[in-house]
């Protein structure tokens, strides 16, 4: 059974972070594996509080994984701090895994901060050229960048100045513009334009992060990259439009929509 190995932060209300990853890889008949490096205290509303975990319990849980099982594939979400992302750089670099998918998470839905200034430029200089995939929404995409993205031509510009700084492809996923839902993946020499219909819906919790495990579930399974993302981006279209009606502010997807349908 191929399995893939989410390392992210804890989201006790379970749309975003470790508990949506896990549920998107089960979703896609994967064995889920999780390396927890913060606990968040959120729900639909407000992130409350985040408390990091020290760098030896998250060694510790990676060192378990690959003493033991290994991965096929590695999703990577929330890092909150610089101590945090060199913390998985040294065990990345170490078990050198294939796949690695970032979901460079610096804001949550409602517009907090979940990564501290500081951190970015290491995760830029010695984490980016480690990925196969990065996943930046518009707002990091252009904190990554350095440029303003109006336009998908900017998205474009935005994922080449991206790819060039070592990661392998940039999906740049343009979910806040108003209009159809585009997403532009740039793989080095090709450009992938993925478009769908924007669903109507408050309930968007966790998008980034189930996107980003679909892929990198995709990939898992032995698919190229450009169909990873197309099977993605159709599995978290499905997520988003049968919604889960929960929770008072920006409900959770429906990682399980194949199984049965949500409330609209």
Aim: hydrophobic share 35%.
């Amino acid at each position: 059974m191929k399995k893939v190995l989410t390392i992210a932060g804890s989201d006790c209300s379970a749309g975003a972070g470790i508990q949506a990853d896990i549920k998107t890889i089960s979703a896609h008949k994967l064995y889920a594996m999780s390396v927890i490096v913060s606990v968040v205290a959120e729900n639909t509303f407000e992130v409350k509080k985040i408390e990091d975990l020290s760098d030896e319990i998250i060694k510790a849980q990676i060192d378990c994984i690959y003493e033991d099982m290994k991965t096929d594939a590695v999703k990577i979400g929330m890092l909150s701090n610089k101590r945090i992302i060199n913390c998985v750089i040294e065990k990345m670099r170490q078990y050198k895994p294939d796949n690695i998918v970032l979901d460079p998470v610096m804001y949550a839905t409602r517009g907090a901060c979940l990564l501290q200034e500081d951190a970015i430029e290491i995760l830029i200089k010695d984490f980016v050229p480690m990925c196969t995939c990065i996943t930046p929404n518009i707002p990091e995409a252009e904190r990554i960048s350095g440029m303003k993205i109006s336009t998908v031509d900017d998205m474009k510009k935005a994922a080449a100045k991206i790819q060039s700084m070592g990661t392998k492809s940039v999906l740049v996923k343009g979910g806040h513009y108003d209009g159809d839902a585009i997403d532009v993946l740039y793989d080095g020499e090709n450009y992938y334009e993925y478009t769908t219909e924007k669903i109507p819906t408050k309930n968007t919790h966790g998008t980034g992060c189930t996107l980003s495990s679909a892929i990198a579930s995709n990939l898992a399974l032995g698919k190229n990259l450009n169909q990873s993302v197309k099977d993605a981006k159709e599995y978290i279209t499905n997520a988003i439009k049968y919604n889960l009606n929960i929770g008072k502010g920006n409900g959770p997807t429906n990682h399980f929509y194949k199984f049965f349908e949500g409330e609209n």
